[in-house]
């Protein structure tokens, strides 16, 4: 069996969110919480410092475990050519950014088309994918107690 352990970082300054703006074929635009997969012997902090400054140039660090998600992906074509991204355990963080300062990303995902800080008033509005995770937003970086926001089946992967 192979499950992907992935780290997604809510990176919040200035009652603004940091967001990767992507786009696919089947999805269309939407915005994704930076992050991605925890390398074997790395910690889940170590990732979600990694991840961030890979696809972001911020330097972040988590302060908060704040939910748990599992994706199922049903696409065929991704459960064979991509076996590794067709069963995600998505672990979700507060952060808060180390420096105001930002490099270059090193690493951006293939379908991020832009990096955004979004007001988090609009954050309701958005095509924020996971969608589970745009419904839970406010009680997510607002509630001390972590999250449970399912397991999910998708007809296709998103970033």
Known sequence: MNVRSTVKAIVLHDDSVLLNRCRDVNNGEYYSLPGGGQEQYETLAEAIHRECLEETGYSVEPIRFCALMEEI??????????????????HIFV???????????????????AIEWVP??????????????????????SDK???????VYLEHNHG
Request: charged share 25%; aromatic share 6%.
């Open 73 to 90: 992906c049903l696409d065929p074509v991704i459960r064979e050519q991509y076996a590794q991204y067709a069963h995600k355990m998505l």
């Open 95 to 113: 952060c808060q950014l180390t420096t105001t300062e930002r490099t270059e990303p090193t690493e951006t995902d293939d379908l991020q088309i």
């Open 120 to 141: 988090l008033n609009d954050v309701p509005n958005l095509n924020l994918l996971p969608k589970e995770v745009r419904a839970a937003f406010p009680k997510l970086i």
């Open 145 to 151: 107690t972590p999250q449970f926001l399912g397991s």
